[in-house]
Nanobody, 126 residues
Framework: QVQLVESGGGSVQAGGSLKLSCVTSGFLFRVYTLAWFRQSPGQEREAVASIAREGTIRYSESVDGRFTISKDNAENTLYLEMNDLKPEDTAMYYC????????????????????WGQGTQVTVSS
């Protein structure tokens, strides 16, 4: 069965860095569309970054220039490197996957992704 397991979250001060990992299993990793979403208490779930099977990447405006999404097809692992973290980045971060080709303009829609990890908490203090 499909499994996505995130790790790497934690507590940092503003300006710090973290690197999230998502180890996956149970599906053909290299052909899936993958993404990171986040959600804070009382806030809407929002997409952070997505990466298509061929490598096309999309970032939300709020993280563009600070976060980097990448994947290792040999290790079936998705990453999110986060630099210059801000208190507003505090959230639960989720790794998500879709077996279908997700067009670029739909890649930030949560309903495009049937598979979700359990999440890893990121807390940024000022």
């Amino acid at each position: 069965q499909v499994q996505l397991v995130e790790s790497g979250g934690g507590s940092v001060q503003a300006g710090g860095s973290l690197k999230l990992s998502c180890v996956t299993s149970g599906f053909l990793f290299r052909v899936y569309t993958l993404a990171w979403f986040r959600q804070s208490p009382g806030q809407e779930r929002e997409a952070v970054a997505s990466i298509a099977r061929e490598g096309t990447i999309r970032y939300s405006e709020s993280v563009d220039g600070r976060f980097t999404i990448s994947k290792d097809n040999a290790e079936n692992t998705l990453y999110l490197e986060m630099n210059d973290l801000k208190p507003e980045d505090t959230a639960m971060y989720y790794c998500v996957a879709s077996p279908q080709l997700v067009l670029y303009w739909y890649s930030f829609q949560a309903d495009q992704y049937p598979f979700w990890g359990q999440g890893t908490q990121v807390t940024v203090s000022s």
